[in-house]
């Protein structure tokens, strides 16, 4: 019965996510409670973490090496390797974090004028957040080859049909 209701609630939330963005009048949206569409959201990205690899990764770091699950890097790739390209990329998570959470940076203008049109006295890093994730590209394409070797990128990341996997290590 789960298997049923799990496959008409997938059907549906497209269209419910459709509705959810079509504006109508005041009159409906009073009517309805605006807990509504935040527990819809809420439920797709509870049922989207066991698809994502980094979660699983995550996961990785609390499960004995005998009870890994049968995927294809998990048994090929050294743990200290998945655990190491999981810090790394936790860490561009809570870069990405701080930025959008729109801290405020002192800009030691103080009582002395200027600063910028921000009264001298912080900077908004939330404006740098396109910057920020921008730059996470080059991160990917040009430092990440130096911390790890291509084929455990193609495997840990998830490349499919670029690397051998078979070829890796044990």
Request: charge should be negative; include cysteine; aromatic fraction near 10%.
């Given at each position: 019965m789960?298997?049923?209701?799990?496959?008409?609630?997938?059907q549906l939330q497209p269209l419910i996510a459709l509705l959810t963005n079509?504006?109508?009048?005041?009159?409906t949206l009073t009517l309805s409670a605006v807990s509504l569409p935040g527990g819809f959201l809420l439920y797709m990205g509870w049922t989207s973490l066991e698809s994502n690899a980094m979660f699983e990764r995550i996961l990785l770091l609390f499960t004995q090496r005998?009870?890994?699950?049968?995927?294809?890097?998990?048994?090929?790739?050294?743990?200290?390797?998945?655990?190491?390209?999981?810090?790394?990329?936790?860490?561009?998570?809570?870069?990405?974090?701080?930025?959008?959470?729109?801290?405020?940076?002192?800009?030691?203008?103080?009582?002395?004028?200027?600063?910028?049109?921000?009264?001298?006295?912080?900077?908004?890093?939330?404006?740098?957040f396109p910057v920020v994730l921008v730059s996470m590209i080059p991160f990917k394409l040009f430092v990440l080859p130096l911390i790890f070797s291509h084929p455990v990128l193609g495997a840990?990341?998830?490349?499919?049909?670029?690397?051998?996997?078979?070829?890796?290590?044990?």
């Open positions: 789960s298997l049923t209701i799990s496959k008409l609630t997938d079509i504006p109508l009048p005041a009159l005998e009870n890994y699950p049968p995927s294809s890097y998990v048994r090929r790739v050294p743990a200290a390797v998945t655990h190491a390209f999981t810090a790394v990329q936790v860490a561009c998570f809570v870069v990405l974090w701080v930025v959008k959470s729109n801290a405020f940076l002192p800009t030691g203008g103080g009582d002395r004028g200027g600063g910028g049109g921000y009264g001298g006295e912080a900077f908004p890093i939330g404006l740098l840990v990341a998830g490349a499919s049909g670029d690397v051998d996997v078979d070829v890796l290590f044990y």
